[in-house]
Structure formats: C-alpha cells, structure tokens
C-alpha cells in the first residue's frame, strides 16, 4: 500500500481521516481488482471537489481582478481548472505516485494518465473540504493552482481553439460552429469520445478525447489548420 504520510508531508497537510485521503486517489479500476479493499472510488469526490475548485478560483479571480470583465475571468478560470492544467499541476504535485489503479489501468499512459491525474486533483480538492474545510481548500488552490495565472496570462492559454475557431468563423463566414458526438468507445470508466465540428452542413473536423470537451477542443484545433484561420 501506498505511505500517504509522504504526500502530506510534501503538501504541509495532514488528515485527520486518512481513508478520506486514501479514496481520493482510488480509481474505478483498482476495485475491480480489490473488492475487498473497503473504500469507494473516488468518483463522488471528483463530483465534490470540482465544485470548491470552481467556487475558490472564481472567488479569487473575482476579488484579485477588479478591472478585468466577466468575459475575460471566465477564460482565465477555464484555462485554469481544465484537464490539461489539472494534469500538470497533479504531476508536478507527484500525485501520480500515489494513483491506485488495475494492473491494466496502470501501464496506460499518455491522455488516459492525464485525465485520471486530473480527476484526482478534483477528488483530492474534494477530500481535503470534507476533512478540513474551506480554508485549507483555498490555501491549497492559491498555493499550487492560482500560482499558475501569470503563466496562464503570459502565454496565452486562455484562448482555447473552441473560442478562436467560433471567433473566425462568425467573423469570416457568419456562422456558429455545431459540435456532435459521432462516435463513443471504451469501458465507461474510459470512454474515449470522437466529436465532429461543423459549420452549418459541412463537417470541417473530428477530435478524439476521453472526454467531450477535450475531443471538441482537438477539433477545434484540427478545423482552424484546415481552414487556415490559425
């Protein structure tokens, strides 16, 4: 079994409810294999967690950024808590370490890694609230999420493609890109999505992610090079 104490030690936390701690890095697949192991998964956490997340970026954002439009906090806190960043900051964070998975799961890397390691930091956000509150929540995102706004700014990555394309394509043909899930596959704890673009009749592009966003997204990249508005 993994020594939690050495993650709490790295981040200056300590649970009083270790399992709370534990579950939080429990993936679906990992029961299957140990049914016996008497902790959930940590799906309901994730579920908990990406709701504080939302509430003390905003939160921050809105009281740290008196000029700035709704429009613009929205972009920032979207490049904020979306997968990508998750992922990066739970590695940065070493919590791939201390992932439970299935012996299967476990040999998977690449994005399938990258959205389990961002599930995670939501279900750990969730955890920390149940057992500490709201307090160490903000103290944990300032410390290792909200550090990365001058990053975020500097390089721009809160111009997402989906924004940029339906910018172009307003601009240049008058129309507002459509999104449609064509395709599904995979077990439901990895549910792969190809997700096709279209501007009114004419499909432009098709992404494929592991989750609906992140395949509109790649679509959305895909269709700006094909129309060559990027």
């Known amino acids: 079994m993994k020594d939690f104490s050495l993650l709490e030690k790295k981040l200056n936390v300590s649970f009083k409810n270790k399992d709370l701690l534990q579950q939080a890095f429990i993936h679906r697949s990992y029961l299957n294999e140990n049914p016996q192991l008497g902790l959930e998964q940590n799906e309901r956490l994730e579920f908990l967690g990406d709701a504080v997340l939302e ?4 939160e921050h954002l809105y009281k740290d950024n008196p000029d700035k439009t709704e429009g613009e906090l929205t972009n920032w806190r979207a490049a904020l808590v979306n997968a990508k960043m998750l992922s990066q900051v739970s590695d940065e964070l070493g919590f791939n370490d201390f992932l439970l998975l299935s012996k299967g799961e476990s040999r998977e890397l690449g994005k399938a890694r990258q959205y389990i390691l961002a599930n995670t930091f ?20 300032k410390d290792y999420l909200l550090s990365k706004l001058s990053e975020v700014i500097q390089k721009k990555l809160y111009q997402d493609a989906k924004s940029q394309f ?3 394509a307003q601009e240049k043909v008058g129309i507002t890109p459509m999104y449609r899930v064509i395709r599904e596959s995979g077990p439901d704890h990895k549910k792969k999505f190809i997700v096709a673009v279209f501007l009114e009749e004419e499909q432009v592009a098709d992404g494929e992610g592991y989750s609906k966003q992140e395949a509109e ?4 990249k895909k269709a700006l090079m094909i129309k060559h508005w990027n």
Not at 55 to 58: G, H, Q, S
Not at 217 to 220: I, K, N, Y
Request: proline share 0%; glycine share 6%; hydrophobic share 40%.
């Open 55 to 58: 509430l003390v970026v905003t």
């Open 217 to 220: 997204e790649e679509a959305a």
């Open 122 to 141: 939501e279900s750990f956000v969730g955890a920390l609230y149940l057992d500490s509150g709201h307090k160490s929540c903000d103290t944990f995102i």
């Open 166 to 168: 339906q910018e172009q």
